[in-house]
């Protein structure tokens, strides 16, 4: 078990695009992905990026189903191996609901901030398991979102720049203050 750092923004390695995993994988991207998944529930978060922990490869984990205080609580305060782990590799929507939908989010490389960020309902996403086979399915509700969260960090995205040009200047300044002080 190793935890990883969790990039805060403002970085520019949040900025990067990832490029692709290739198949079969290697021990290295096995580990890094068992790491990102320690790292995920140490933090505590429902999705994790491979972006968001320096790793430039399209790779992120999810645990939509996991609510932290509950399950330390039932686990003696520490946290728990996995619930309902999801890896994902290489996704892509292949397609996406018009209707959108609002929901609050937030991101471990932007603490402290929440908002409302309007993205399409519903998407239906192909990726690949750690087999490197390819499935397809259709997710809605936070599930959808959690997911597109985690794939616009792959595109060096935040949720933040879905924001208002104000908001997202107010955002940068706050952090950008609150990094120079934790550096002093
Ligand atoms: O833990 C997280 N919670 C969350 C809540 C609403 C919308 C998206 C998320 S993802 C976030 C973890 C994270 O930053 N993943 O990239
Ligand atoms: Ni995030």
Redo the contacts with the bound molecule.
């Keep these: 078990m190793a935890i990883r750092e969790i990039l805060i923004y403002p970085d520019d390695r949040l900025r990067e695009v990832a490029g692709p995993v290739e198949f079969p994988l290697t021990d290295e991207v096995r580990s890094i992905i068992q790491d990102m998944a320690d790292t995920?529930y140490d933090?505590?978060?429902?999705?994790?990026?491979a972006t968001?922990v320096g790793v430039p490869l399209r790779i992120a984990v999810t645990d939509t189903d996991w609510r932290s205080e509950e399950v330390r609580h039932e686990n003696g305060g520490e946290p728990v191996a996995a619930c309902n782990l999801k890896v994902w590799i290489n996704p892509e929507f292949t397609w996406r609901d018009a209707g959108m939908a609002t929901?609050?989010?937030?991101?471990?490389?932007v603490p402290e901030v929440y908002e409302d960020v309007d993205r399409p309902a519903a998407v239906r996403l192909r990726w690949q398991d750690m087999d490197g086979e390819t499935h397809e399915a259709d997710f809605e509700g936070f599930q959808a979102?959690?997911l597109q969260?985690?794939f616009d960090?792959l595109d060096g995205v935040l949720?933040i720049d879905r924001l208002s040009r104000l908001k997202q200047s107010m955002i940068k300044k706050r952090l950008t203050k609150r990094k120079k002080l934790q550096n002093q």
């Design positions: 995920m933090a505590p978060g429902v999705g994790l990026a968001q929901w609050e989010e937030g991101c471990l490389s979102v959690a969260h985690e960090h949720f």
